[in-house]
């Protein structure tokens, strides 16, 4: 298997978290989506990452990467709940953190593709605002001294973790309104599965 993207992207980033936490044996290439288009096109039409190459077909879009991983090599359910009350809350909590990370994806673009002049400030605040809604909903769900999936890091630990480092990175003015996500990124960066993807800037 590879893995195509770099882990400046929340979604690249929470699939080889994943798959780290699994225990799977894949291979990287590192591409990025502002530079590596036309590259990436060959895998996904829409020119973005993440996607996860396989012996006989390329899976795009995180959800469907991370929902394969799962489907086929989690069978113990140490991830994800495969049915019922854990399940739906879970992804409820998942929905809230890939969210965050499309809004501050979203907000990062806005501020790094537009000239400045075309910049729209209102929707750019709304962005903003999103993005900390999200992480003061998250750092609320977040116990302060366990994972949130429980006594093991479950799908929700993985993308709270990486919503709140990658507001970090796009938008650093917001990381001190979640007290709680903060000790849990501390806390994921004692397992190599996260703290090997951590983004360091080249
Ligand atoms: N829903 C997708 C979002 C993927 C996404 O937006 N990736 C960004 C990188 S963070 C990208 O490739 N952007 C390039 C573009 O949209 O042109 C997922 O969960 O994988």
Not at 88 to 106: C, D, S, Y
Not at 167 to 192: C, D, F, H
Request: charge should be negative; proline fraction near 4%; glycine fraction near 6%.
């Amino acid at each position: 298997m590879i893995l195509v993207g770099r882990d400046l992207s929340p979604f690249v980033r929470r699939c080889a978290i994943v798959m780290n936490l699994l225990g799977l044996e894949y291979e990287r290439k590192i591409v990025a989506a502002a530079q590596d288009a036309e590259l990436i096109k060959r895998y996904n039409p829409l020119g973005r990452v993440p996607a996860l190459i396989l012996a006989d077909e390329v899976v795009i879009d995180s959800h469907a990467i991370i929902d394969y991983l799962l489907d086929t090599y989690d069978e113990a359910e140490a991830l994800l709940a495969k049915t019922g009350d854990a399940r739906r809350q879970a992804l409820k909590i998942n929905a809230l953190a890939v969210g965050t990370m499309e809004k501050a994806v979203a907000s990062a673009y806005e501020r790094t593709l537009r000239p400045k002049e075309f910049i729209y400030g209102p929707y750019l605040t709304k962005l903003n605002d999103q993005v900390a809604a999200g992480l003061e909903a998250l750092d609320l769900v977040c116990p302060s001294d366990s994972w949130i999936g429980g006594a093991t890091p479950g799908l929700v630990d993985v993308s709270a973790v990486v919503a709140f480092d990658q507001a970090g990175i796009v938008l650093p003015e917001l990381q001190g309104i979640a007290g709680n996500l903060a000790t849990l990124s501390v806390k994921s960066e004692g397992l190599a599965a996260f703290l090997e993807t951590r983004w360091v800037a080249p």
